[in-house]
């Protein structure tokens, strides 16, 4: 189910479970506040991580570090992980950050390499159990509840609002 770039809608990156949504501080790139959306990716999930927006990349970062479970809320800024921020062709901005996991020992992201993304498009996977999180405007409307199955390139997590 690839969207229309026209469309607001941000799908799953990733099959798992969504065990965070809350309004937080991102103060690596975004420097604002926004909602975090995460989801979990156990041993069992397709770990393939999907662009959930067509848009440009246009910031990668990798952070080596630890290897908590990945479900444990320091994870997110203190496990090996990766930063990735797509701008969608209106100048909005979803930051999506791969974290390893505590069976993950591998994260792989594309976005270094290719800049431009359709939804949908593989950006990278990680191996076994981790996490991936999107950071999105507060004006978002979430879709998605807690502990709700995602399906990658599927499930609608969330709805930007319109721009006029």
Known sequence: MVLDASEELILSPCDGKVVVIEKVFE?????EEVIQISVFMSPINVHINFAPVTGKSIYYKYHPGKYLVAWHPKASTENERTTTVFERPDGRK??????????????????????????????????????VDLFVPL???????????????????AKLPSKA
């Open 27 to 31: 103060p690596e790139f975004l420097k």
């Open 139 to 157: 004006d978002t409307e979430i879709l998605v509840g807690l502990e709700q199955k995602a399906v990658g390139n599927r499930t609608i997590l």
């Open 94 to 131: 979803i930051l999506v950050r791969q974290i390893a996991g505590a069976l993950a020992k591998r994260i792989v992201n594309y976005t270094p390499k290719v800049s431009d993304f359709r939804q949908g498009d593989e950006f990278g996977f990680i191996k076994f159990g981790s996490r």
